[in-house]
Each structure stands twice: as structure tokens, then as C-alpha cells.
């Protein structure tokens, strides 16, 4: 069965440095998201895409984040600086388009750890 | 803003009895997801439901969904130590740029022995 796919499934980093979370979405789909936990927290929405460009993102997706499909098959986030209160699971989702009867399908999530 | 809101925020129950997780979403939406996490894990999706009135049941697990009362509910029959783990509602707007998702706080199961 068709999934999203995220690499790497637990990444550590230093607070300052840059970081990229890698997804494989769906192939056939056309619709990307980013979503982040915080450990404990509710699941929240960071920002979607369509076209090779943003189509909504939350406050929480700052300047210090930023999205790329830089092939036909890998969509990234990218965070540039990271800080101690980035440290949280990322999920990415797609979907195939949208509308009532569509549904997004989520990753398995990369675990950041800053430190 | 699309709120979510679940209760209870935990959950401690015996095995073997039964028990409901409640799901209050402020939008229309007419789509109602549930998920399970276990520790760590990614969001197993668990059930989907599209309409109001909309049941849906697998193994001890049973979701129902009233679109008018904004409402869903999870309901736990004879519960196992297997389905210690969160449960999280979620509801969705669908714009024209995408499917958005909000998620409830979710509600932390501990089953006993």
C-alpha cells in the first residue's frame, strides 16, 4: 500500500544550526503538508503546499522555516536557526487533491531533538 | 479559530470495562478523523467519518459522528491493555489550496490489569 515516507526518523542537532526534514509523499499526489507535535502536545498545522508553492501556513512557520520540492519526488522543511522549543515531531502528510472526499495521509514523522 | 476539544484529557480504566472518549469541534465540518499514537509513534489512522450519523466500528473500538451537534465519540468496549496509547480527533477545512487538519488535545488511555 502506497505511503508517505519521512527521513531521518530521529535527527539531533545543535541549537544555531540548520536542519532539513526529508518526505517522500504519496506518488501520485498533489497536495503537501508539514505538522508538528511538540512532545505532549497536540498535533498543529505548519503549512501547506501546492504548485511548488505555499498555500497556507500557521503562525508557527516563521522566517526561520521554509518548504522546497526540489525534485518530483521529495518535499523538505527546512529550519534555518534551529532553537531549544523547535525540538518536536514533524509529520508530513499529502493528499491526492482536495475536497470532501479526498483524505491526507500522514508519515511516520522524524523526531527532532535540539540541543 | 477551528476549535477541537476532547475529553477526558486521561483516561485510566480496568480492563474489561467499557468507557467513551467525547470529540467538540466549533466548525460544520461534515469529516471526522480518529487516530491512535502510541509513544513516540507516528498517527495510526484509525477511522474516518464522512457524514452525519456516520458509525463505524472496529474490533473494540466504535466512532460515531453528529454533525449537527458537532460532536464524535470514541467508544471503548471491554477494554484490552493493547489499546493503552493517545487517541486524537481531527477535523478538517478543505479550502481550495488544501485539506487542513486540526487536531484535538487528545486523550491518554492507560488500561489496567
Known amino acids: 500500500e502506497p505511503e508517505v515516507t519521512q527521513t531521518p526518523s530521529h535527527q539531533v542537532t545543535q541549537m544555531g544550526q540548520e536542519v532539513i526534514l526529508r518526505c517522500v509523499p504519496i506518488s501520485n499526489h498533489l497536495y503537501f503538508y508539514w505538522y508538528r507535535q511538540i512532545l505532549g502536545q497536540k498535533v498543529e498545522f505548519l503549512v501547506s503546499f501546492y504548485n511548488n508553492e505555499i498555500s497556507e501556513k500557521s503562525e508557527i512557520f516563521d522566517d526561520q522555516f521554509s518548504v522546497e520540492r526540489p525534485d518530483g519526488s521529495n518535499f523538505t522543511l527546512k529550519i534555518r536557526s534551529t532553537k531549544l522549543e523547535d525540538s518536536a515531531m514533524y509529520f508530513c502528510?499529502?493528499?491526492?487533491?482536495?475536497?470532501?472526499?479526498?483524505?491526507?495521509?500522514f508519515g511516520q514523522g522524524t523526531r527532532l531533538t535540539v540541543v | 479559530e477551528l476549535k477541537v476539544e476532547q475529553n477526558p484529557l486521561f483516561l485510566s480504566m480496568q480492563e474489561g470495562k467499557n468507557y467513551t472518549i467525547y470529540c467538540n469541534y466549533s466548525?460544520?465540518?461534515?469529516?471526522l478523523y480518529w487516530y491512535r499514537q502510541d509513544p513516540g509513534k507516528s498517527l495510526e489512522s484509525l477511522f474516518v467519518l464522512l457524514s452525519n450519523g456516520a458509525v463505524k466500528q472496529e474490533g473494540r473500538l466504535m466512532a460515531s459522528l453528529d454533525t449537527k451537534a458537532r460532536l464524535s465519540t470514541l467508544h471503548i468496549t471491554a477494554a484490552v491493555h493493547d489499546l493503552s496509547a493517545t487517541y486524537f480527533c481531527a477535523v478538517d477545512t478543505v479550502v481550495n489550496t488544501g485539506n487542513q487538519f486540526y487536531f484535538g488535545t487528545g486523550t491518554s488511555l492507560t488500561v489496567i490489569p
Open positions: 502528510a499529502s493528499s491526492e487533491y482536495v475536497g470532501y472526499n479526498t483524505e491526507a495521509f
Open positions: 466548525t460544520t465540518s461534515d469529516r
